[in-house]
């Protein structure tokens, strides 16, 4: 039976294809085969039409309940949440169908018939995503109509064509994140159980987006959910190009067992981090000459979304406004380095604590980069500038020199301290990028591991010490200019 379906395959693709009539040819044989598991078909059909009717019924008591008490706004918030529910609980088969395509093909000995067919990767890797699709998609399409037949019956309620749209699509979006995401997990890891132990990290924050999602329909915020489906459709754009960055047949059949070499990791982390330099001078000439030269794309990205970030502020001052006495300083004379020193300033020890405080949110925006491709570090590090840019425009609303209170209070350290952060953050971008910008034949271990290693020197390079550096004119140079423009001494 193995041998006869990957010859069938073969035969199907021996002519030539397009890249998606290649992948259909995968995705039809899979989804042949799925419809002939009952194992797939059972919890299918029950999502579709068991949990559609306990919705039914569960939302026909919740509007009854309410209405009895005068808070009928529950009961409409609620039915349109239930929709949401149940177009997501049948995709959540998706993820097990996902998770069987190459590492179940690989216990079950049927991978190599598969991967001998003249089949490119890239339709290989479409069609078993297309496949993992499909069926669960279908069925929640079908969950969606048999509940809103059995409201319109019950409780005679009808969406709007809006919120429909809104339904389905966060119903395919999210069915297409979860299943390229489980895809990517299923051709990296040798067996079943590896891979669904990894599937947690695609679960857990589907599941958190999910609540996230509850708690904007809940308060009426429907239209916030085109920004979500936007987001999820560039993350789906981005892990399908993940995939297909790191498909590759030939380390699949040479796979056996995913073994953790940490001896050889460091000795690549630190031949990368060294890049060939014999001393410490050329060391650094090699950070300017080649790391720098590397991140230029996402050193222009970076200061983009900060400098977008500073005009971002500066336009919310003009909407959350703030009372024009805040700004009314009429103490601002040398008594302030006084008060400033008991804040820590002007010592050594404030040097300390605004260094710990700045490495602490660069070791943060790293976290929160790899696993984001760098997002929410760029976010992170441009809420520096939105609040500048907020206090800007909020002394121009009060009538005050903005330009003046900058360059007093912010301009003297954020010289080096906004170089810095847009280093720091284009490194991080370029390390959170490194799964789909993989160069051709390299594992995503080994490119994550020189991506480490890049950022690594440049932190300690260039950011550490412009780090230090304005640290140091924040605590001793930074009070004395604010005392000596603001004071007028």
Not at 8 to 27: C, D
């Amino acid at each position: 039976m193995i041998f006869k379906r990957g010859w069938l395959m073969a035969a199907e693709a021996s002519t030539p294809t397009t890249l998606f009539s290649g992948a259909w040819i995968v995705a039809r044989r899979e989804i042949r085969d799925q419809f002939r598991d009952w194992r797939v078909l059972a919890p299918i059909l029950l999502l579709t039409l068991f949990f559609p009717i306990l919705m039914n019924f569960t939302a026909s008591q919740a509007v009854d309940f309410v209405g009895r008490y005068g808070a009928p706004i529950i009961g409409e918030r609620l039915i349109p949440f239930l929709l949401m529910v149940v177009g997501f609980f049948p995709i959540s088969i998706s993820i097990v169908i996902a998770l069987e395509s190459f590492a179940g093909e690989r216990e079950r000995q049927t991978l190599e018939p598969l991967l001998a067919t003249p089949l490119s990767d890239g339709q290989l890797y479409l069609g078993k995503t297309a496949a993992s699709l499909v069926p669960p998609l279908a069925a929640a399409y079908l969950g969606i109509t048999v509940y809103l037949i059995g409201l319109l019956v019950k409780v005679q309620w009808v969406p709007s064509p809006q919120l429909l749209i809104q339904i389905l699509s966060l119903t395919t979006i999210q069915a297409m994140v979860m299943v390229s995401g489980a895809v990517v997990i299923s051709s990296l890891t040798t067996s079943v159980r590896a891979a669904n132990l990894l599937a947690s990290f695609i679960i857990i924050p589907v599941a958190m987006l999910i609540m996230g999602e509850s708690m904007i329909m809940f308060w009426g915020r429907y239209h916030i959910l085109w920004w979500i489906v936007l987001a999820l459709m560039l993350i789906a754009i981005v892990l399908t190009r993940m995939g297909l960055r790191l498909f590759n047949r030939e380390e699949l059949l040479a796979r056996e067992l995913d073994v953790l070499d940490l001896r050889g990791t460091g000795r690549r982390f630190w031949s990368s981090f060294l890049s060939g330099a014999r001393n410490p001078m050329e060391w650094y000439c090699g950070l300017f000459s080649k790391s720098l030269k590397r991140i230029r794309f996402p050193i222009l990205i970076t200061s983009a979304i900060l400098l977008t970030g500073f005009f971002v502020g500066y336009k919310q001052a003009e909407v959350f406004r703030l009372p024009a006495e805040i700004f009314q300083v009429n103490a601002f004379d040398k008594d302030w380095l006084e008060i400033l020193r008991d804040f820590g300033m002007l010592t050594p020890s404030g040097v300390v604590k605004i260094l710990w405080a700045n490495i602490r949110a660069l070791i943060l925006a790293t976290i929160l980069g790899v696993f984001t491709f760098g997002v929410l570090a760029e976010i992170l590090l441009m809420a520096p500038l939105v609040i500048t840019g907020y206090f800007a425009g909020s002394l121009t609303q009060a009538g005050q020199g903005a330009f003046q209170y900058i360059t007093a209070l912010v301009l003297p350290h954020a010289i080096l301290e906004v170089p810095a952060a847009i280093l720091a953050g284009a490194a991080i971008l370029q390390l959170g990028m490194a799964a789909i910008s993989l160069p051709k034949g390299s594992s995503l271990g080994e490119g994550w591991t020189t991506s480490l290693a890049e950022w690594a020197r440049i932190s300690i390079g260039i950011v550490l010490p412009l780090l230090i550096a304005a640290a140091f004119l924040e605590v001793f140079l930074t009070p004395r200019i604010a005392v000596w423009l603001l004071s007028g001494s």
